[in-house]
């Protein structure tokens, strides 16, 4: 079956950098797009940036410019490269593939925590 792992969260100070991988296992098919979500304490879970087939990349306002979402040369990873980090970036960040089916996985969740 599919599988997706995160890993690469943690704690980090304001204005660190944390690097968050999702490693894709089982039998997906073709992907369509990749995507990073987070979901802040008492919040709902939000997108946070798209890769799309094309390699196209959209990003919430909020994250623009510090993060980077991308992938490897197989499409059996995905990442998002978080910089400048903020005590807002606070969340539990979920990776998300869809195939051509429109199949979507989700992975279990890494927490990042951003705190002096």
């Known amino acids: 079956q599919v599988q997706l792992v995160e890993s690469g969260g943690g704690l980090v100070q304001p204005g660190g950098s944390l690097r968050l991988s999702c490693a894709i296992s089982?039998?997906?098919?073709?992907?369509?797009?990749m995507a990073w979500y987070r979901q802040p304490p008492g919040k709902s879970r939000e997108l946070v940036a798209t890769?799309?087939?094309?390699?196209?990349?959209d990003y919430a306002d909020s994250v623009k410019g510090r993060f980077t979402i991308s992938r490897d040369n197989a499409k059996t990873t995905v990442y998002l490269q978080m910089n400048s980090l903020k005590p807002e970036d606070t969340a539990v960040y979920y990776c998300?593939?869809?195939?051509?089916?429109?199949?979507?996985?989700w992975g279990q969740g890494t927490q990042v925590t951003v705190s002096s």
């Open positions: 998300n593939v869809q195939n051509i089916r429109l199949n979507s996985y």
């Open positions: 089982g039998s997906i098919g073709i992907i369509r797009d």
């Open positions: 890769l799309e087939s094309g390699g196209r990349t």
